[in-house]
């Protein structure tokens, strides 16, 4: 009787609040960086304040996100841009931006120790014509595919932490299962009186 007493006192306490995570981004958007903060359960953190530091910590600027929980920033510097933002309730989101994107926004020579990040483009062959395209043009293209991809990632993350929830509550019935087992075979080798 008491383990059964126990045992409901156990089920109907008071459950901890279920934790999510803070997605934090940053990318090149054409002569901006555009970033995007929320949450994974798809709560997007709106006009929050970020805050931007270089990489000795003297801030570079200031942003606001949206009601999507986007920003957008002009750079003024090729140094690491450190994007940072406090969510309230212990939840800070911090990312970084390095040296060499930063450069490549600006148009400038990655600084001194800076890894480049470009990629060649392979040349055509064999009668095949490749075309080039303008600035203009490919930030248009750009723009296009941040704007599809935007609600693939909440959606990716929304999933992921319902998927780690559904893992949890089956870890805890596997386990309340096992004790649910062991006490019917206790119960059942049990001498009678």
Partial sequence: MKHLILALAV??????????????????????????IGFSNGDMATNAEVVVTGPDGVELG???????GFFTFVPSQPVAHVFSVNLG????????????QVAEILGEAAPEGAKSATTEIPQATGGVTVATLTGTERQ????????????????????????????????IGYIVGLFGLGFYLAARRKPEA
Wanted: no cysteine; glycine share 10%.
């Fill in 89 to 100: 309730a212990g939840h800070v989101a911090e990312v970084t931006m390095p040296a060499d």
């Fill in 140 to 171: 248009a293209i750009a723009e296009a595919v941040r704007d599809e991809i935007r609600p693939l990632r909440r959606e990716i993350a929304a999933y992921k932490e319902h998927n780690g929830f559904q893992t949890i509550l089956g870890g």
């Fill in 62 to 68: 200031r942003a606001i996100t949206d009601g999507d």
């Fill in 11 to 36: 089920i109907v306490a008071p459950m901890p609040a279920l934790a999510h995570k803070v997605i934090a981004g940053v990318f090149p958007a054409g002569e901006a960086i555009e970033g995007e």
